[in-house]
């Protein structure tokens, strides 16, 4: 069992909580006991005025009260009550000190081991095959890596799931297109052999056959009768649906490798893998009662899922041609996810868009008793990537930009700003560190805004040494490594925090917001938002800095003061680190 600390915020809630319950009246003694970080103090507690209206009595005098009950409190140093009705705490050195200390000798920084009972099925990426990866894809990828990481981080079995979009009529258009082209080469080997050369030379295919398709009613026909080919198994129709497939997903590869995510090859669990089910969860549908026919489709209906016209909006199981959608594959994949998985949890890392499509597939799922009150599904939605001009991101001619593209561009840029900054560095090494710059600041961007929020991508303001980017996260890493590389007598071993000093007031901003470090990346795992952890990191950065410019780190007054410093160093370097890797962001040694 590995051994857990709470952070000091949160003990500081639980005395306030006992006071509470000395002072307040029962119903009152359970609330939130609203502690937070203040200017004034190490924490200040707002419940006073909160509950003082229900108890009766004015927010100062609970305020005076539960500070009376606090005083009694040894590990706290000071406690007033202030303005209209706050409780100001503040800890003694040594708690602070111990505390660091104690974090810095566990394993993960003493994070709590809050997710060991829990598997978790993670929907994301799933780009579509013969298609290019767009900057939706980007999203669902970079937020999803960030969940699998945190999720196992604290002990959960996390099962990656890429639902790649390989199965559907358009195949029949796209193979019927090649076998009538011949002339095309799409296959990468002998193709241009660059990165993506495949999926872009099938996108380009799927488009043509796109327009035949609309414009020629023979061509129509012939790709409709390929299709009932491919769903029979036709064994010519199957291996070259076979070939696109894999060599989409090795082009989907490249673009993982390249953002140094978890996904791998094993990960892919496509639409076409639950073909095999479909029939059989139909049948269940029906016999549970759940299907309604309609128009000869077979369908779900909610009371309160209406359309504009006021009509109720169906989740298409079985189409009138008996063919199957995408919403029969999501009840295939829940039913199988939770039987065969035994997942405890169900996440679908996907454009907000969709959220209808799932509300309908978990109630589907609910209304089949398959999805019952001790499993959590949850649509982790996100929203759309714009262009620097704040419209969604197009090229020119209205296409996607490849997610390639994108990335060179990020780190052209990147090795223009770092060759600036490094002169003297041969080109391979701006190479690499423009790759890691670039990447990392790519990543950054996205896991910095709240998921559910748009934001643009603008690659000036991604891949810039100031503000909130990664690459700032990443230089203040270096320049604290570079500290310590400094500090020889730290080679020995690791500097400890001695406990009986004061600490300044840059020191105790950092020690404080290290300590939190731990119940950050809990709130990732809570509220399924990166940005909690990407946030954090930035104010730890910028607090750092406050603290270095403030106080001589090599240079201090007393040996001992000196030892506290590069303790409070290596302690954020270990922290930033820790913390990036979550991110899935490279934290260099040096840059
Ligand atoms: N392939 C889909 C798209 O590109 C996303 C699939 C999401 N996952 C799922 N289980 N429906 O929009």
């Known amino acids: 069992m590995v051994e857990q600390v709470r952070s000091l915020a949160e003990d500081v809630e639980s005395v306030v909580r006992e006071a509470m319950a000395r002072v307040l009246p029962a119903e009152l003694a359970s609330r939130d006991p609203l502690v937070r970080r203040s200017d004034h103090a190490d924490f200040q507690s707002d419940v006073a005025l909160a509950v003082a209206k229900r108890a009766g009595e004015k927010p100062r005098d609970v305020a005076e009260k539960l500070r009376r009950q606090l005083d009694t409190v040894p590990w706290l140093a000071s406690v007033e009550s202030a303005g209209p009705g706050f409780v100001n705490i503040t800890l003694s050195d040594a708690v602070v000190l111990d505390r660091l200390r104690q974090r810095q000798s566990l394993p993960k920084l003493g994070v709590v081991q809050t997710q060991v009972d829990e598997v978790v099925v993670l929907d994301y990426s799933a780009p579509n095959i013969a298609k ?292 003297d560095r041969s080109d391979v090494e701006l190479d690499e560190i423009a790759r890691i710059v670039g990447i990392g600041a790519v990543k950054y961007a996205e896991l910095a805004t709240s998921r559910t929020k748009d934001y643009s991508f603008d690659v000036d303001r991604m891949v810039s040494f100031t503000g909130q980017t990664g690459v700032y996260l990443q230089y203040t890493h270096t320049r604290i490594k570079s500290i310590l590389r400094r500090a020889t007598d730290t080679a020995a071993g690791p500097a400890r925090f001695s406990g009986d000093l004061t600490l300044d007031a840059p020191e105790r901003a950092l020690a404080l917001l290290l300590d939190e470090f731990a119940t950050t990346v809990q709130l990732v795992a809570t509220t399924l938002e990166p940005h909690r952890l990407a946030g954090y990191l930035y104010t730890l950065a910028k607090t750092f800095t406050d603290f270095y410019e403030a106080c001589p780190v090599l240079k201090a007054r007393s040996a001992e003061i000196r030892a506290n410093r590069l303790a409070l160093c290596q302690l954020t370097a270990e922290v930033l680190s820790q913390g990036l890797g979550l991110l899935g962001i490279a934290a260099p040694e040096r840059m």
């Open 132 to 423: 290019e990866m767009h900057v939706g894809h980007l999203r669902s990828t970079l937020i999803g890596d960030v969940l699998a990481r945190v999720l196992s981080f604290l002990g959960g079995e996390v099962i990656r799931q890429n639902h790649v979009g390989d199965w559907g009529t358009q195949f029949g258009m796209l193979i019927q297109y090649i076998v009538e082209h011949s002339e095309h080469s799409w296959r990468r080997r002998g193709a241009d052999g660059q990165t993506g050369g495949a999926v872009s030379a099938l996108d380009a295919l799927y488009r043509a056959a796109r327009a035949r398709f609309d414009a020629d009613p023979g061509f129509k026909e012939r790709s409709q009768r390929r299709v009932v080919a491919l769903q029979a198994g036709d064994a010519d129709t199957l291996a070259l649906w076979r070939e696109i497939v894999q060599e989409s997903e090795v082009a989907f590869q490249e673009v993982y490798d390249r953002l140094d995510v978890l996904l791998a090859p094993q990960d892919i669990l496509g639409e076409s893998f639950y073909n095999p089910f479909l029939d059989d969860v139909v049948d269940e549908l029906r016999r549970k009662g759940v299907l309604e026919e309609s128009e000869g489709a077979l369908c779900v209906f909610f009371d309160d899922i209406l359309g504009p016209e006021g009509g109720r909006v169906p989740l298409l199981v079985r189409k009138k041609d008996g063919g199957f959608g995408y919403g029969a594959t999501d009840l295939a994949t829940i039913r199988y996810s939770i039987q065969e998985r035994k997942a405890t949890t169900l996440l679908y890392v996907v454009d907000s868009r969709q959220a209808q499509h799932f509300d309908m597939i978990f109630r589907t799922a609910g209304r089949a008793g398959w999805l019952t009150d001790g499993i959590k599904a949850v649509h982790v939605q996100h929203g759309t990537v714009m262009g620097p001009d704040g419209r969604p991101f197009k090229t020119r001619s209205g296409g996607v930009f490849r997610l390639a593209e994108l990335l060179d561009s990020a780190q052209r840029r990147a090795r223009e700003i770092v060759a600036e900054k490094a002169a």
